[in-house]
């Protein structure tokens, strides 16, 4: 019943708004597929946009972008989260378009309002007596060698995960392959190719070099006894494939718990140790950018 009243502009502005929200739910969980959860938040997001309406019976054309902005101000002053800011906006940019595209609305005034800059979180790093801790000799076991020297790998060079799993044994180029990166081993360096295809070659610590020694040993005894596997892959696993990333990612979280680090190990936490260690003892920043293959040094 008011969803015709509203065609026939028969009901309070109240009414018209709610159908209006309503109907934007509807869309978000039929046609977008969002989860009850996504939807609920966008229910309690948009009764903030309601209450921020100068009076009960006024329409959407009562916001404005001063009306929003002391909003943002005031969340601003009161502690509010800059991420938390940045979704109502969102969700509200977004209901807004669709009263544009309704003629409900003449102008978006979310549209060009933006949120506050939410601080950078710099990622935690080991301090070097728990790298050390954590790269303590492994048992022989083929995953006991594989992760250790991966994980000596990761904190000697400050590999990303990408180009950690891209690593072939060597380098290799024949009809229908090409190695995009690989272990320079005579020369004790990777050659990798990161982000933004830019490509750069990066030494390897002498203690990652002997883990990564004993590996290639465990490696061509592996290749011997299953000929199906990948002969290009420098990390594999028991299948013979590729090592894949989220392989990764797994074995050194639950490595990192078996050590009772403070910290949730992941790759990226290896990467940001290398660069933080590396930093304390040159004191080079250019250096340690080149090294970690950013295009700024910021």
């Not at 203690?207 to 290009?232: I, K, N, S, T």
């Not at 392989?247 to 290398?274: D, E, N, W």
Request: glycine share 8%; net charge positive.
């Amino acid at each position: 019943r008011q969803c015709r009243a509203v065609a026939t502009g028969g009901v309070s502005a109240a009414a018209s708004r709610d159908h209006d929200v309503a109907a934007h739910l509807g869309r978000l969980a039929h046609e977008r597929g969002c989860s009850p959860r996504t939807v609920a938040a966008y229910r309690a997001d948009l009764a903030i946009l309601v209450g921020l309406l100068p009076a009960a019976d006024a329409d959407w054309s009562a916001l404005d972008e001063a009306v929003l902005r002391r909003w943002v101000a005031g969340e601003m002053r009161a502690g509010g989260s800059p991420r938390s800011i940045a979704r109502r906006l969102s969700c509200w940019r977004g209901f807004l378009d669709a009263m544009v595209l309704q003629g409900r609305l003449a102008a978006n005034p979310a549209r060009t309002l933006r949120a506050p800059r939410a601080p950078r979180r710099l990622p935690r790093a080991l301090s070097p007596d728990q790298a050390d801790a954590l790269l303590r000799g492994p048992d022989e076991r083929f995953e006991a060698l594989r992760d250790h020297a991966l994980l000596e790998l990761l904190y000697s060079s400050g590999l990303r995960l990408s180009e950690l799993t891209s690593l072939d044994v060597a380098h290799a180029e024949r009809p229908g392959y090409r190695s995009r990166s690989w272990l320079a081993r005579d020369e004790a360096e990777v050659n990798v190719l990161g982000k933004g295809s830019r490509r750069r070659t990066v030494p390897v610590g002498t203690q990652a070099m002997a883990a990564l020694v004993r590996w290639l040993e465990a490696r061509a005894a592996f290749l011997r006894e299953h000929p199906g596997a990948d002969p290009d892959a420098l990390f594999l696993s028991r299948r013979g494939s590729r090592l894949a990333n989220r392989t990764i990612q797994a074995r050194l979280r639950a490595l990192g718990i078996a050590r009772a680090l403070p910290t949730r190990l992941h790759p990226h936490v290896m990467r940001h140790s290398f660069a933080s260690h590396l930093l304390q003892s040159s004191g080079d920043l250019r250096a340690v950018q080149e090294l970690l293959g950013h295009a700024s040094i910021r």
